[in-house]
């Protein structure tokens, strides 16, 4: 265990540079994520002692857990006897589900897409069939499923496979028509091989096609049912090796399935018919129907309709068999929803579906194939839903999914994790949200019940928090690697809807969904709620259990400041430190406005992008809105998007800044307490000093000026538009402007044009989007720009950490997004070249709020893209009744610290190490019945780990940017500790967090590393190279919490959890649920001694005897490849207690106790063998003793 001292500087070291931290650790950082981690060299004598107890052997990075629907789905399968579902995907990916809780994730190394899942009912295994013509047999039998072995085809492209219960021989279809045979337990390719052209008749003489269906016949397992793509169905003798039939229709055929009796099969063509064949007759079809065709009058056969895809033909014993098809609807009827039709007797039941269907299989009470079948449910697969219909009502409910299956019902624009949160929460949320959840569901217990689960040693509460694109909230349950949905807000109901040609002045903002979540902070203890929108706006909420009706109270706030020229000296010339006798001029400064001023003209100004509810509004319990707060238009220009966003509910004050300036409003007394340009913040803290320029170098950099307008818009000017859609931009043509930390020599007003422009990507942010009209250039820039040449780009780069903007792509934008550009050269930072200061980071704490101050008070630290940190300070009313009366006075305190990049985060240590929370109000309800409730007084929580002056005068600042991480000391403002992380990336998500009671930084870097550095010393406790940043989605969505827990949006319709804790890794195991369960297999029906008799083949039919490689022979050696699995130790361990290793464990100990028996009974031969030669020797030895006197012997 490591201590480290930090003691009060000298006295006369306390004018010195926090840069002096930074300067003395210049050595970069490597492109992977390791830095320089040094003190700050001028921190002398040290005040205190700190025990840091995190080391690295805490720390190991593991993925727990996905949430969600299975991106793009492509198969599905289902265990009848363990009740597990199984649904592959266009990546590879398979999500087995069982009971709530049984929730497995596994993936396909090659990344193949799955064609076809087979389980190896109540084996506990599963077969798969990729695109990449491999079968790979997974183990179910451990809690992470692992590949025991695969089969890759050389020469065929594999089309169907078929396992017949309790059978350990797959079929397997191709695309050239031929049907090949492997054994599960060895995966090895029989030599047995069924060819197309021994199939079809001899005279045929075109190609049947691929394999498109293969099925035993229920009557006699030694006759294969194989259907061809051209109309041609063979029943194949597998005991003679002939075709015993064969049947011809004119139209395609897509899926067969079988009467239970084994007489009769059910066709489904791309006509739109059902055919029924009988095997008595097999010339021409029994029955043929469309079941949505147009009769016509003189009798002709139907119109034809579009393809049924899937038909399922079960029977029932009390009454008439259940004929479930996907697709065959009329082509008149192209408007129609994706149906599920369902006949059942005369009834024709149609369910229309939200999403194209990929696949559907209808769950039976028996696995049996010759029993009446007595379907009971079906699950349905769509495109972006899963279903299950109940097959046992008239009226067919779906049942309610137990799943979190609708995380993408809107797409998801950010997220939130909260870890350890007050435990009453979860109950409180779920109690509101379970009054408003949907009716109508079937009154039966999910179907899918399979696996078992416990909630293992982990119980503090989690909630994970969801933004979506039409402006809604999710409150999920998250503990214990579950997800349930608590509670639904939504955001959008404050405003009036948008009628049709009334969207225009939010249009220029958002093409589509003006409502989207931008970013949300979330006070627990309070249970204040704050949502940030993509059109400018932000809604306070606070939490309420009864309902109310009131108008909503709205703000609306002017944001925007003007832009000059200046030109700057040299970056060497410029001090480090704030100098606090120079004196600035700063720009035009507007305060808020409440008023709303019509446009005149063209000109748009003062109107904010939506109009919020001007009447009384009913607000059912749960979250209300508190107060509306917009940003308005400014002289024809729209609102910038909102780049950071803090609210205090014990200061009653909420703040949010953009590219233009910050804002802070009272939401207690709904007034605007400061609207003011980044600029102006500064006030007279001037950081740097002036000098004169020489003509010469004025008009270089206005030459420089011209070569940057001349040439093309920078990337990183362009501006975001909707999270859900492409980005239709407004950048700024020649847009020089006001560069704060350089000094003003020359001011010139300009005139900014806009002209519209489209962008290929996603993304631009606080610290680069064209939010201004202006851009602010060193020297060092201008030289830059002179080396470009006239007419080029100047500033193409990656997007820096600060430019992650929270928007999800729907699937066109996919492509968009994985082009994103990872590489980022570390002579090029997003402190060289930005437009305006943008406001990154806010964090309220009671702290000094200037240099050397003697006692704490309330602050907000600010945050710019320039890696620039102020403070504001607060001067509340000491009591509650002036807290609603008397105002609040606000005082920004200029510059206090710097670092490089733009600032992400900040946290606050008192003088023992321990992490200091922000005050909070203790939630009381706002709309509360009772009366002691209502006159009680506001209880605040300071958080202070000690009330006494000896704990209060020092205090340490933690502060991180997309570049480095400093540790500063309070209120000396000395830097101690620095920490360059990273030189050739940047940083896209940071936050300090506390693991195993105590605190440290976790940062996600854009190279895909992890890194986790103690506090305060900023020692690196992990670096792991997690994950490549291939989609902008991951860095718009990644985010750390308490107790080592991560998620992110791994695809657009699924949550990845992950935990950076060696504890819970350890403990992983015990927390996943079991997918096998022990369980009987239900015995077959007894069939009856004249059904077994006339019903159908009365001889066993012997697989093995007839695939085996003693009659079969071996298989070519270049048709197939058997690659053994590549599960590692796990994998072995699953294949020692796999299926097979079961198999063959049970075969040995058989084996075993049979040899011992047969030793046993050669041992009680033997016994009873000495036992009858002994009573023989007595029997004689008492006959020749037996007339002998005693006196004889």
């Not at 049947?247 to 059910?266: L, R």
């Not at 509650?880 to 005082?891: A, I, K, M």
């Not at 590393?1009 to 997690?1026: A, C, E, K, Q, T």
């Not at 695809?1051 to 649920?1073: A, K, V």
């Amino acid at each position: 265990m490591k201590k480290f001292n930090f003691r009060k500087v000298l006295d006369g070291l306390t004018a010195s540079s926090p840069g002096s931290g930074s300067s003395s650790s210049g050595n970069s950082g490597s492109g992977t994520g390791g830095g320089s981690n040094q003190p700050g060299g001028t921190a002398g004598v040290l005040r205190e002692e700190i025990q840091e107890t995190l080391t690295s052997d805490y720390f190991q990075i593991c993925k727990t857990v996905r949430h969600g629907f299975p991106y793009q789905p492509t198969a599905l399968a289902f265990d009848p006897v363990q009740k597990i579902l199984a649904i592959g995907t266009r990546t590879g990916a398979i999500r087995i589900l069982g009971r709530p809780g049984v929730d497995c994730y596994c993936q396909h190394e090659s990344g193949a897409a799955v064609l076809q899942l087979q389980f190896l009912i109540n084996e506990g295994a599963l077969v798969s069939a990729s695109s990449d013509e491999t079968l790979h047999l997974w183990n179910l039998r451990q809690k992470r499923p692992a590949i025991l072995h695969s089969l890759k085809f050389n020469r065929e492209r594999i089309t169907y496979c078929h396992l017949p219960f309790q059978s350990k021989w797959l079929y397997v279809g191709t695309e050239r028509g031929n049907t090949h045979i492997v054994n599960i337990e060895s995966f090895i390719l029989s030599g047995y091989v069924i060819m197309w052209n021994k199939a079809i008749e001899l005279s045929t003489k075109t190609h049947p096609g691929p394999v498109v269906h293969l099925s035993d016949s229920p009557r006699d397992e030694g006759k294969l049912l194989i259907g061809y793509e051209n109309g041609t169905v063979v029943l194949w003798d597998l005991k003679s090796k002939r075709a015993e039939l064969r049947v011809y229709y004119d139209e395609a055929i897509h899926s067969i399935d079988w009467h239970h009796e084994g007489k009769q099969f059910m066709c489904s063509h791309s006509d739109g018919s059902l055919t029924l064949w009988n095997l008595k007759s097999p010339s021409r079809p029994f029955q043929t129907t469309i079941p949505h065709g147009k009769s016509q009058r003189d009798g002709r056969k139907p119109e034809s309709c579009k393809p049924i895809l899937k038909v399922e033909y079960k029977t029932c014993r009390n009454s008439e068999p259940f004929i479930i098809f996907s697709g065959g609807l009329a082509y008149d009827k192209a408007c129609r929803r994706p149906s599920l039709t369902i006949m059942h007797g005369k009834s024709i039941t149609v369910l229309e579906m939200d999403h194209p269907i990929v696949e559907f299989l209808t769950l039976c009470e028996t696995p049996y194939p010759n029993e009446f079948q007595e379907p009971y449910a079906v699950v349905v697969l769509l495109e972006k839903d899963l279903i299950v219909v109940d097959l046992t009502q008239s009226n067919f409910p779906i049942f309610e999914n137990p799943y979190p299956m609708d995380i993408h019902e809107s797409p998801v624009t950010c997220t939130a994790y909260f870890a350890d949160c007050p435990p009453d929460l979860i109950l409180v949320l779920y109690s509101i949200g379970v009054k408003h959840k949907k009716q109508g569901y079937s009154n039966k217990e999910w179907p899918v019940s399979g696996g078992t689960w416990n909630i293992g040693a982990q119980t503090y509460p989690e909630i994970i928090i969801t933004g979506h694109a039409d402006g809604s909230i999710k409150f999920w349950d998250a503990s214990a690697i579950t997800l349930q949905m608590l509670y639904k807000l939504k955001t959008s109901k404050v405003f009036e809807k948008q009628k049709i040609g009334d969207g225009k002045q939010t249009s220029e903002i958002v093409e589509e969904d003006p409502y989207a979540v931008q970013m949300i902070y979330w006070c627990p203890e309070s249970r204040i709620f704050c949502v940030a929108g993509v059109s400018a706006y932000v809604i306070v909420y606070k939490f309420s259990r009864h309902e109310i009706t009131t108008e909503i109270v709205s703000l609306e706030v002017r944001l925007q400041y003007d832009v000059e020229d200046i030109i700057t000296p040299e970056p060497e010339t410029i001090p480090p430190f704030p100098d606090p006798s120079s004196q600035l001029p700063s720009s035009k400064s507007l305060s808020g406005s409440t008023s709303t001023v019509a446009s005149e003209g063209a000109t748009k100004d003062s109107i904010p992008c939506l109009s919020v509810k001007t009447r009384p509004v009913r607000m059912p319990p749960g979250y209300q809105a508190e107060l509306v707060v917009q940003l308005v238009w400014v002289d024809g220009e729209p609102p910038q998007q909102i780049t950071s966003l803090t609210v205090s509910s014990a200061y009653g004050i909420v703040a949010f800044g953009n590219c233009n300036g910050l804002a802070v409003v009272d939401f207690m007394q709904k007034t605007v307490l400061l609207s003011m340009g980044t600029i102006d913040l500064y006030r007279s803290s001037d950081p740097y000093q002036r000098q004169p320029r020489s003509p010469r170098k004025n008009k270089q950099f206005i030459a420089g000026m011209t070569e940057l307008t001349d040439g093309p818009v920078p990337l990183e000017l362009e501006r975001c538009k909707s999270p859900t859609s492409g980005f239709a931009t407004r950048t700024p043509e020649a847009a020089p402007g006001f560069y704060r930390n350089e000094l003003p020599a020359v001011r010139q007003r300009n005139q900014v044009h806009h002209l519209p422009d489209h962008v290929n990507g996603h993304c631009t942010s606080p610290t680069s989007q064209s939010c201004s009209s202006g851009k602010r250039l060193s020297s060092a820039d201008v030289s830059k720009v002179n080396r470009w040449g006239p007419g080029r780009p100047p500033f193409r780069k990656a997007q820096s950490a600060a430019c992650m903007e929270v928007s999800l792509p729907v699937t066109t934008e996919e492509s968009r997004e994985n082009s994103y550009n990872r590489s980022r050269s570390s002579s090029i930072s997003s402190i060289d070249k930005e437009s305006k200061e943008a406001i990154t980071a806010l964090y309220f704490m009671e702290s000094f709020a200037r240099k050397n101050d003697m006692t704490i008070s309330p602050c907000l630290w600010v945050g710019t893209s320039l890696g620039m940190v102020l403070m504001i300070s607060f001067n509340l009313p000491s009591t509650d009744e002036q807290r609603y009366t008397e105002p609040v006075l606000v005082s920004p305190s200029g510059t206090l610290l710097a670092l490089k990049g733009a600032v992400l985060t900040f946290s606050c240590m008192d003088r023992l190490g321990g992490l200091m929370h922000p005050p909070y109000e203790v939630w009381r309800d706002p709309n509360s019945m009772d009366d002691n409730e209502k006159g009680r007084k506001r209880k605040l929580v300071m958080n202070s780990p000690s009330t006494s002056q000896e704990m209060a005068d020092h205090q340490y600042a933690v502060i991180c940017s997309e570049k480095q991480a400093k540790v500063f000391s309070l209120p000396s403002q000395t830097c101690l500790y620095v920490h360059n992380i990273t030189e050739t990336s940047f940083i896209l998500q940071a936050a300090v967090v506390v693991m195993c009671n105590s605190a440290c930084l976790a940062c996600f870097c854009a190279n895909g590393h992890i890194m986790i550095m103690s506090l305060p010393s900023l020692r690196p406790m992990l670096d792991v190279n997690y994950l490549p940043l291939t989609d902008m989605r991951i860095a718009r969505t990644f985010c750390f919490t308490n107790e080592g827990q991560a998620l992110y949006l791994v695809s657009p319709t699924e949550i990845q959890r992950l935990t950076y804790s060696q504890e819970m890794c350890d403990n992983l195991q015990d927390m996943l649920g079991e997918l096998f369960t022990p369980v009987e297999t239900p015995e077959a029906q007894n069939r009856g001694f004249l059904k077994g008799l006339f019903g159908g083949s009365g001889q066993t039919f012997d697989r093995e005897e007839l695939f085996g490689e003693a009659s079969a022979g071996k298989a070519s050696k270049s048709l197939a490849q058997h690659i053994p699995g590549s599960g590692g130790i796990e994998g072995v361990k699953g294949a020692a207690g796999g299926v097979m290793g079961e198999l063959t464990r049970a075969r040995i100990a058989l084996d075993e106790r049979g040899q011992r028996l047969g030793e046993l009974e050669e041992k009680t031969a033997g016994m009873m063998t000495s036992a009858e030669a002994f009573s023989k020797h007595a029997h004689e030895l008492m006959l020749k003793y037996k007339d002998k006197k005693w006196y004889q012997f």
